[in-house]
């Protein structure tokens, strides 16, 4: 069983950054490919990011050159680092493997890119 908790959300004008983390419990935490997802009011959950295990990186076109998803397996930690906010990543943002397991879903972290 893995354990997710996501952290480092928060509100921030448009063209702002944040740095999310997310916190993984288990020893398998360093073979999984990870994503990190969002969901918006009103609209399905989305995946935005994930890595491999071997640092293999892809993005969402809506995301692609703004956000950079990274991962210390030493520390289980998997990291969303998002630069030029829009509007429109107002969102909860969370963690999980790729493809998503239900049962792993964590809190998630509000993200609100307002001015």
């Known amino acids: 069983q893995v354990q997710l908790v996501e952290s480092g959300g928060g509100l921030v004008q448009p063209g702002g950054s944040l740095r999310l983390s997310c916190s993984a419990s288990?020893?398998?935490?360093?073979?999984?490919?990870m994503g990190w997802y969002r969901q918006a009011p009103g609209k399905q959950r989305e995946l935005v990011a994930r890595?491999?295990?071997?640092?293999?990186?892809n993005y969402a076109d809506s995301v692609k050159g703004r956000f950079t998803i990274s991962r210390d397996n030493a520390k289980n930690t998997v990291y969303l680092q998002m630069n030029s906010l829009k509007p429109e990543d107002t969102a909860v943002y969370y963690c999980?493997?790729?493809?998503?397991?239900?049962?792993?879903w964590g809190q998630g972290t509000q993200v609100t890119a307002s001015s």
């Open positions: 890595i491999t295990r071997g640092g293999t990186t």
């Open positions: 288990g020893s398998i935490f360093s073979i999984l490919t």
């Open positions: 999980n493997v790729d493809p998503p397991i239900k049962g792993y």
